[in-house]
Nanobody
Framework: QVHLVESGGGLVQAGGSLRLSCTAS????????MGWFRQAPGKQRELVAY???????NHADTLKGRFTISRDNALNTVFLQMNSLKPEDTGVYYC?????????WGQGTQVTVSS
């Protein structure tokens, strides 16, 4: 059974940085994409970024320049470096991994940015 375990969330002041990690376990196959979504209170879940198995990143246009996604296939881990954080970045960040047939989700990690 595939498990995605996130870490790295927390409380940070505006302008600060956080680095999220997500490691997949319980699988011997490679995911087509690994990425991050987020959900702010009262809002829909939205895509933050994803990276393909070949290492090609895709970031939400509004987050380019502040957020950077990367991936270590050998460790089945995806990272999200978040810089210049703003209060509107507050929310639960979910790791996502996809194959041709399935999508897997982590339980989420809380990111809170204080003003």
């Amino acid at each position: 059974q595939v498990h995605l375990v996130e870490s790295g969330g927390g409380l940070v002041q505006a302008g600060g940085s956080l680095r999220l990690s997500c490691t997949a376990s319980g699988t011997s196959f490679s995911f087509n994409t690994m990425g991050w979504f987020r959900q702010a209170p009262g809002k829909q879940r939205e895509l933050v970024a994803y990276v393909t198995s070949g290492g090609i990143p895709n970031h939400a246009d509004t987050l380019k320049g502040r957020f950077t996604i990367s991936r270590d296939n050998a460790l089945n881990t995806v990272f999200l470096q978040m810089n210049s954080l703003k209060p509107e970045d507050t929310g639960v960040y979910y790791c996502n991994a996809q194959t041709n047939d399935n999508a897997y989700w982590g339980q989420g990690t809380q990111v809170t940015v204080s003003s």
